[in-house]
C-alpha cells in the first residue's frame, strides 16, 4: 500500500500541477522511493493507436517509478481540452467523485512509497452540477501539495485556494513555486515572501524557468530544486 499519498492541485489551470508533480517524482526517485502518480481525469487528449492519450498523464508515466497500464493512471480520458464536466457531458458520460474515489483507492493498494493525485484546473473545478473535484481529496482525507505560479495576482488566487482547502477540513502539506510564463513577474522577491510568511507550510520549492531544456528532461531537472523532505516526515 502507498505509504504516502498527496493530492496535487493549482490556484488556476495551466499553473504547472503536472510538472511540479513529475518533479516530485523524480526527486524521490533519486532518493530511492517508489513512486506512483494519477491524473484520474484528462480533458486535451490525442487520438492515437493505442486510444486516447494525455500529454500530462504520459509525464507521470514516464518520472514515476512503477511500471502500470496508462489507463490506471488515467482512467478518464477526454478528447476536448476543456473543463472536464463539460467535456463529459459532451462525450456522454457522467463525472461522480465516488468513481474518482474508487479508482484512487485501487491505486492506493499498490506498494510504494509516494503516490500523487494530480486534480484539474483549481480546487472548486465541477465534476457535475452537485460536486466539485474538491469532493475527491476530501474523501480521501488527502493532504494536500498546492501549485503556485510566480505571476500578478498569485497572491490573492493562493491565499483563497489555502483557504478553501482548509475550510474543506484538509491541510496544505507543501507548496511549490512555479514560473510558468515567460515573462518575470514584477517585485517577485516582495511577492515570495509573502506567500512564505501566510501559506501555513513549507515551500517545497521555488521552480525557474529552464527554457531550451527537452520536455522529457524538464522533471529530471526541476527536481533539483526541491526539497521534498516535509512530505515524508511524520
Known amino acids: 500500500m502507498a505509504k504516502k ?3 496535487v492541485t493549482g490556484t488556476d ?3 504547472g500541477k503536472t510538472i ?16 506512483l502518480a494519477m491524473k484520474p481525469i484528462a480533458s486535451g487528449c490525442d487520438q492515437t493507436p ?3 492519450r494525455n500529454e500530462d498523464a504520459l509525464m507521470l508515466q514516464a518520472a514515476m517509478t512503477e511500471q502500470l497500464a496508462y489507463d490506471a493512471i488515467n482512467p478518464i480520458a477526454m478528447e476536448p481540452a476543456i473543463a472536464p464536466h463539460v467535456a463529459a457531458q459532451q462525450a456522454g458520460k457522467q463525472l461522480s467523485a465516488q468513481r474518482l474515489v474508487g479508482f484512487c483507492r485501487g491505486m492506493q493498494i499498490r506498494p510504494a512509497d509516494l503516490m500523487l493525485v494530480e486534480g484539474a484546473g483549481g480546487w472548486r473545478v465541477p465534476l457535475n ?11 480521501l ?9 510566480l505571476k500578478l495576482g498569485c497572491i490573492n488566487h493562493a491565499m483563497l485556494t489555502v483557504e478553501a482547502i482548509q475550510n474543506d477540513g484538509l491541510t496544505v502539506a507543501g507548496w511549490v513555486a512555479n514560473h510558468p510564463e515567460q515573462e518575470t513577474m514584477s517585485c517577485e522577491q516582495e511577492t515570495l515572501g509573502y506567500l512564505v510568511n501566510h501559506i501555513p507550510a513549507p515551500c517545497l520549492g521555488i ?7 527537452a520536455t522529457e528532461r524538464l522533471p529530471a531537472r526541476l527536481a533539483e530544486f526541491l526539497n521534498i ?3 515524508f516526515d511524520g
Open 5 to 7: 499519498t498527496y493530492f
Open 13 to 15: 489551470t495551466g499553473v
Open 20 to 35: 511540479v508533480a513529475a518533479a516530485i517524482l523524480k526527486a524521490a526517485k533519486a532518493q530511492g522511493k517508489r513512486t
Open 50 to 52: 493505442d486510444g486516447l
Open 129 to 139: 452540477d452537485r460536486e466539485t473535484y474538491a469532493a475527491v481529496p476530501r474523501e
Open 141 to 149: 482525507k488527502l493532504p494536500v501539495v498546492l501549485v503556485v505560479p
Open 207 to 213: 521552480l525557474p524557468r529552464l527554457d531550451g531544456t
Open 229 to 231: 523532505s516535509p512530505l
